[in-house]
Nanobody
Framework: VQLQASGGGLVQAGGSLRLSCAASGFNFDDYAVGWLRQVPGKEREGVSC????????YYVDSVKGRFTVSRDNAKNTLYLQMNSLKPEDTAVYYC?????????WGQGTLVTVSS
């Protein structure tokens, strides 16, 4: 299982970024996938997740109405559209999948939001 996140960067408060996560090594269509973030010195926080066929989504309260999770099963890719970014959204963002009861994490992508 491999997950590769990309799309992070430096953005001013109020700006937008779109994260992508390219998945391989498993049947992407069959699994829910999600995004987590981590600030140095703090535990990873679940941000959003989406069911295998996109029927269900979840967002942590702090990002509701600003972030949108989506997936393209034909491209084995997970997305996170982040709008109205705030300095407190600054973190390393990771994509995650649980396959056969084991968690897999991709290499994170850094999002920095300046005030």
């Amino acid at each position: 299982v491999q997950l590769q996140a990309s799309g992070g960067g430096l953005v001013q408060a109020g700006g937008s970024l779109r994260l992508s996560c390219a998945a391989s090594g498993f049947n992407f269509d069959d699994y829910a996938v999600g995004w987590l973030r981590q600030v140095p010195g703090k535990e990873r926080e679940g941000v959003s997740c989406i069911s295998s066929m996109s029927r269900k989504t979840y967002y942590v309260d702090s990002v509701k109405g600003r972030f949108t999770v989506s997936r393209d099963n034909a491209k084995n890719t997970l997305y996170l559209q982040m709008n109205s970014l705030k300095p407190e959204d600054t973190a390393v963002y990771y994509c995650k999948v649980n396959v056969y009861s084991r968690d897999y994490w991709g290499q994170g992508t850094l999002v920095t939001v300046s005030s």
